[in-house]
């Protein structure tokens, strides 16, 4: 039965505060079991006063990771750096109590002994790191089951029980992209072993109706009895493989009443241990006066995932914009998941910088169906829309950008999120400029031209090198501008900032790309509406 739904202060648990002293080591050269290994022990070491910090393997100065702890260091705390990925070992063992080794044959049994090594303190090993690292041995969890949806069950039985319930790790995969032994949530085990979060594996299947995939049989009724015993308006911090994974995803945890963050990163227990300042202001501008103009707004997004902290943050860095007004979509999570970057951002973001929440609001979610299958849907919904306004309010955010939205969605934010000032709608673009923008009450609603996921029409879709093309953009945009003056033209996007400089130039003058509430504030005022 589900627990109160009343909203948490917090959506996501932190350790803390850091440790004055990070120790830093790199995963340049190791595996994935090995990376899973020591990421469950960093989960332990940084359970309280987080202090290992790892950055991934490839990493360059300029690598986001790298530019974070920088960030860190310039705020007060020592980096000891580590050269040897034993010597973090050795350093480290002392805080496991043994191992739970699991079977490399069957994925989910790496699942639940993480969520195993989270309850009892252990590390998580395969068979031969044990072996060479002659770790004891807690518990063995090969030979046990034939089949993966078999370890998930009993996880659910025997694990699920003892774990918090306010939060869970789901990884959900397409049946097109189930690879063994690659162990995705090696990056989060650190954050998944801190604070016990229970860790389920699930696959779905294929179907001709949207959303195109689901659950069925016995992985549906373990993800949805976990989604079920959490309490609504809560977070599932996860990963998926391949696109239909994704809305499988979305669309189960949606029904539900939980919102999702796809977290590809390291270190996310010490990240979330950042104590950040009460309320993140956006830099403000003087508004340009009103003209007979085309103005633009693009806002970067690739949906609502932690992997985009990386990305936005190499265009903050991004010398080669300067004078490009850009807008940049930001979770309302990343307060509780990774208050240090969001303090990056506003050392980091100028003039030409400015933030909007991310679909669909506190997390990735698919609105239509959000809470369709708890008790007192509106007023859970309500909740949900109360919880977004209140992190943007921390974050200084004032626009959101849901995903799939409808009329009846618009409705629900304008109304539910206090001070809204606009909403930048969808992600698939309208075929035309007609009717692309409109109000909700006094709240404009903008539905984008230019998607950062293609063209509903083929010509450009998700992975399709074509939407970050220059050329293509702008053909794009004079295919749909309007002969009316002035209009307004919202573009998603994800063309790297040398790209938009190139859009900017072949535009020309008529066309004038301002920031997203620099954008906002024209059309009221171009609609009498200032």
Known sequence: MAAKASLPRRVAPRAGPIAREITVASMEGLDRPLQLLLTSLQGLVNRHAPRLYYLPAGHRDDHPDLLWLRWMERKGHRLRWVDDWRRVFERCRRAARGAVVYDPALDATAFAATTLAGLEDLAVASPALADELRLPVAHDLRGRWEYDVEVMEWALRDLWPRCRHDIAFLCLHDPYNVRRGEHPHHWEADYIVAHRLFALRARGSVHGKPPFARFEGRDAQVTERVLREMPPNRLVLGHCAGCLGEHMSVNVASRYAKFTTYALNYNLSLHSAWRPAPRLRQRRIRF???????????????????????????????????????????????????????????????????????????????????????????????????????????????????????????????????????????????????????????????????????????????????????????????????KQRPAFMFCGTLCEPAGLIEVQQALGDEYVIVRPDEFVHLFRQASGRA
């Open 288 to 482: 340009r006066p009103l003209e007979r103009k085309v103005y633009l707004t693009f806002i970067y997004s690739d949906g609502d995932n932690l992997a985009l902290l990386g990305s936005t943050t190499r265009h903050l860095r991004d010398r080669a914009r300067a004078g490009l007004p850009v807008g940049h979509n930001l979770t309302p999570g990343v307060l509780d998941l990774a208050p240090s970057v969001a303090g990056f951002f506003a050392d980091e973001a100028t003039e030409q910088d400015y933030f909007v929440a991310a679909c669909s609001g506190m997390g990735y979610t698919d609105p239509e169906r959000y809470a369709q299958e708890v008790p007192r849907r509106e007023s859970v919904y309500r909740g949900f829309l109360e919880m977004t306004g209140r992190y943007m309010r921390r974050l200084d955010m004032r626009e959101v950008w849901p995903i799939k939205a409808t009329r009846e969605t618009n409705r629900r934010y304008a109304r539910g999120i206090p001070g809204l000032n606009a909403i930048f709608s969808n992600f698939t673009p309208r075929p035309a400029y007609r009717g692309a923008n409109t109000f909700e009450g006094d709240v404009p609603v903008f539905d984008a031209l230019v998607g950062a996921w293609g063209e509903p029409e083929q010509e450009g879709q998700p992975g399709d090198e074509r939407i970050t093309q220059p050329a293509w953009i702008v053909r794009t945009i004079r295919r749909k501008t309007p």
